[in-house]
């Protein structure tokens, strides 16, 4: 859907889990890594989240459009498929545009050290003092902060690192972005416990929007227990009970390829479209305007 300035909106650049895959049989349904805009009404302001390989187009397209950006990108956690996309955002090689970057607190630091220590001559050949833009560095506090025309909070996910599922509230709109987050009711892992499951109802219920990574169906789950991923039959269960009204599935395998997935959108939108205002498979390029 076409975006309308006065409306919330969101877009998807990049969809995919773990890796990004450029073959001709992903392409349908999109091979970059995590990257999602959110369109604020009646704002200039640019609010991204996630710097997976998917923020590098969203950079060509900002970068043609406009001179001067100001915008805020928030980071789940520094795994790559959730950080590699940030030195190849243009933007932030122009010396006018104003970019503040978060992330949650991480073993090797705030997001600043985190950044830095990725961005070494060893890994790569740009580091943070070579980057042109304003760029401030901001280690992520839970507790809902108010921002330019929208408030973002966070809790932990069940993931291997510290990982933020955010919870976005805009235009009188909610908007939950949860990439990486294991849901295993009955597994015995630290986050299989009742508060845990209570606190994430209560985050998830009644929002607008879910995103959520569903990596795997429930068969392919047995073997990947602990590496913080879903699988989908467990996200519609509980993005269902929470009465979530826009469900979208994110995070693809890149093994995934477009007629698996496909399949796999076809099911979840014939079986459980009287279960939500609408449940879909996230596709790069795809936008959903919430009027």
Known sequence: MDKNNSHVAITFWGVRGSTPCANKENMEYGGNTTCVQV????SDEILILD???GIRNLGNDLYEKEKELRGRIFITHPHWDHIQ???FFKPIFGHHNHFRIHMPRQQGGGCKEVLAGHLTKTFFPVTLE???ANLEYITQPKTRTEYEGYDVEFMLANHPIQTAI????VGGKQIVFSPDNELNPNGENAYNNEAF????????KDVDVLIHDAQ???????TRLGWGHSAWEDVVEFADAADVKHLFITHHDPDSDDVQ??????HLQCKFEDRFESIQLAKEGAQITLK
Do not use: A, W
């Open 39 to 42: 369109h604020l009404p009646d």
């Open 51 to 53: 710097s997976g390989t």
């Open 85 to 87: 996309g940030f030195p």
């Open 130 to 132: 070579m980057i042109d």
């Open 166 to 169: 955010y919870k976005i509230h």
């Open 197 to 204: 499951y209570e606190h994430l109802m209560e985050f998830f």
């Open 216 to 222: 795997y169906n429930r068969r392919g789950y047995k």
């Open 261 to 266: 997935l496909q399949v796999l959108d076809n």
